[in-house]
T-cell receptor, first 113, second 114 residues
């Protein structure tokens, strides 16, 4: 079945460091891919998405490129800030399985000044 | 536009009591999802509805849990009787009809069963 695998956390970085959070997926056909962010005490918020191969999603300095050849959707940011401290979830949605989403386990990021 | 609205935000009750969580999806969304989040098990899908019809309830932990969606603008998740291990944050999410449309989450209900 469909699934998403994220790198294990927690991740701790200094402010202005480069961030990569790895995400790979397993799915038949052509899924859509998403990154969500969850701040403490809040629900998940959509960060960015890509709906077809080679698409790049971007938002708030974060980017991720849909790589079908490596079945990956890694999240990157060139210079993290303390305010980026949160839990990040990779997810996929597949038209072959209706509107159900498959979420990764989440990666906790802490950015220290 | 209003997002997904959940109530209550916090609920503390004693073991054995009935608990009802409520959700109002975004207007025009036809899919609704209930999730549970704990430190130990992460984010778990409990049940989801398409056009008010339950599609997959395989994530509902046991018969003490039930969910309904009587119309397109309202859903409930009920636990009866509640147990301490049900303590978690429960999220409701909704989405449009296409698989490339994101899910939109509410702020969750933090449930504590004493």
């Amino acid at each position: 079945g469909d699934s998403v695998t994220q790198m294990e956390g927690p991740v701790t970085l200094s402010e202005e460091a480069f961030l990569t959070i790895n995400c790979t997926y397993t799915a038949t056909g052509y899924p859509s891919l998403f990154w969500y962010v969850q701040y403490p005490g809040e629900g998940l918020q959509l960060l960015l998405k890509a709906t077809k191969a080679d698409d790049k999603g971007s938002n708030k300095g974060f980017e991720a490129t849909y790589r079908k050849e490596t079945t990956s959707f890694h999240l990157e940011k060139g210079s993290v800030q303390v305010s980026d401290s949160a839990v990040y979830f990779c997810a996929l949605s597949n038209p072959n399985t209706g509107n159900q989403f498959y979420f990764g386990t989440g990666t906790s990021l802490t950015v220290i000044p | 536009d209003a997002g997904v609205i959940q109530s209550p935000r916090h609920e503390v009750t004693e073991m054995g009591q009935e608990v009802t969580l409520r959700c109002k999806p975004i207007s025009g969304h036809n899919s609704l999802f209930w999730y549970r989040q704990t430190m130990m098990r992460g984010l778990e899908l409990l049940i989801y509805f398409n056009n008010n019809v339950p599609i997959d309830d395989s994530g509902m932990p046991e018969d003490r849990f039930s969910a309904k969606m009587p119309n397109a603008s309202f859903s409930t998740l009920k636990i009866q009787p509640s147990e301490p291990r049900d303590s978690a944050v429960y999220f409701c999410a909704s989405s449009g009809p296409l698989s490339n449309q994101p899910q939109h989450f509410g702020d969750g209900t933090r449930l504590s069963i004493l």
